[in-house]
Nanobody, 116 residues
């Protein structure tokens, strides 16, 4: 069974940075569009960034210009560099396939807390 393992979360002050990593055992990783999602308390899980097999990217308006998604196909890993973090970025962050039909069981996620 494909596993997704997120890491790199933590507590950071407003304006700070974090880099999340997501390692997967998916043998088709290199051809699969991937995404980062986040879920804040009491809210639905939403996509915030996507990267396809050609390294084309998409960002939600709320994170555009602050977050950068990237992938390393040799390591089966997708990254999310988060800069200028804001309190409203506080959430559990998950990675998974960008397309619903390709999604695997969700990992444990990475808690990101932005607080002074």
């Amino acid at each position: 069974q494909v596993q997704l393992v997120e890491s790199g979360g933590g507590v950071v002050q407003p304006g700070g940075s974090l880099r999340l990593s997501c390692a997967t055992s998916d043998s088709s990783f290199s051809i699969r569009p991937m995404a980062w999602y986040r879920q804040a308390p009491g809210k639905e899980r939403d996509s915030v960034a996507q990267v396809d097999s050609g390294d084309n990217t998409w960002y939600a308006a709320s994170v555009k210009g602050r977050f950068t998604i990237s992938r390393d196909n040799a390591k089966n890993t997708v990254y999310l560099q988060m800069n200028n973090l804001k309190p409203e970025d506080t959430a559990v962050y998950y990675c998974n396939a960008a397309l619903a039909r390709d999604r695997r069981p969700w990992g444990q996620g990475a808690q990101v807390t932005v607080s002074s």
